[in-house]
């Protein structure tokens, strides 16, 4: 095995997904919160990416066992914009940096940030033989679970608001999985789906710790040097729950592990709020004007300059 889970609140290890599926995703102290731990070296790919799968890329950077399991709609791998506008605004506010944005409205499977947890929710999960699955959300991650669990061919139960747009409704039951609408709030449907979970025995999303969510978007830290050839030192995103940052953060201890280094590197989170109703996009600022950089040796290509 590549790799194991350490509990965060006590140290004990967890050997496998297998284990902690069988533990209701709880350690034996009652913490529902692990790291994936990667026994082996980590080594950045060299060549450029071959096909459209961040997980057949990064596929020795992540928590899987077979190539052959991946499910993937063409989702990770999406190249990083150039915004000059915002460059242009914050030299107006006295700040000289350079502005990326990655563009996860660009992930070919539902359109949203959460395509790729999904994709790699559904690929261990149908490594582990896993035939249903559940979760309680207003939209994006119900659609996006629901698309690449039907890829996938894992049954999966939306338990949505009241207050859900039809839709989303609509683009989940089109690829063939079930809705169950509350008659309450956000609340109210993550209750009953969490009855479901339990009554049937039906596996359930771990929520914004879940290992899974937060392996696969930690690979954002991974995507900088293969398009930028360096880390981002500001970090910026509307958030909610904040697996994205929680995510890059470990992908940066993960790097300094590998001897890659970023001493300067900081997280702003800001509270959802007009920025992230407009766009999906993620901002950040790289500081220095001019040209963009070089990337990597390792890199496929160069970020997209808008």
Request: proline letters at 6%.
């Amino acid at each position: 095995m590549r790799f194991q889970l350490r509990c965060k609140k006590c140290g004990k290890v967890i050997p496998d997904f297998a284990t902690w599926f069988q533990q209701d995703q709880q350690c034996s102290c009652g913490s529902g919160y692990v790291e994936v731990e990667y026994l082996e070296p980590l080594t950045l790919p060299a060549a450029a990416p071959a096909n459209d799968s961040y997980q057949d890329y990064y596929f020795d950077l992540l928590p899987l066992q077979r190539r052959a399991d991946i499910v993937s709609c063409g989702e990770g791998l999406i190249p990083m914009e150039r915004w000059d506008n915002l460059e242009a605004y914050a030299r107006g506010k006295g700040v000289d940096c350079r502005v990326y944005v990655y563009r996860n409205d660009l992930n070919a499977g539902s359109g949203s940030f959460k395509d790729i947890s999904s994709a790699l929710a559904a690929s261990v999960l149908k490594e582990q033989g896993v035939k249903e699955y559940c979760l309680a959300s207003t939209g994006n991650a119900g659609v996006a679970f629901a698309t690449y669990l039907a890829k996938a061919g894992i049954r999966f139960t939306e338990f949505a608001p009241n207050c859900i747009d039809p839709a989303t409704v609509e683009a989940i039951r089109k690829v063939g999985q079930p809705v169950v609408i509350s008659e309450g709030g956000y609340g109210a449907a993550k209750a009953e789906a969490a009855a479901y979970h339990k009554e049937k025995g039906v596996l359930i999303s771990g929520g914004n710790t879940d290992p899974l969510r937060i392996e696969s978007k930690r690979l954002l830290a991974m995507e900088c040097l293969r398009q930028l050839g360096q880390l981002p030192t500001v970090y910026m995103q509307a958030v909610a729950g904040g697996t994205s940052p929680l995510a890059l953060e470990k992908g940066i201890r993960d790097l300094q592990k590998a001897d890659f280094q970023n001493s300067k590197f900081k997280i702003q989170n800001y509270p959802a709020c007009s920025w992230s109703s407009r766009t999906s996009a993620t901002p950040w600022c790289v500081p220095g004007s001019g040209p963009k950089p070089t990337a990597s040796p390792r890199a496929g290509n160069s970020a997209t300059r808008r």
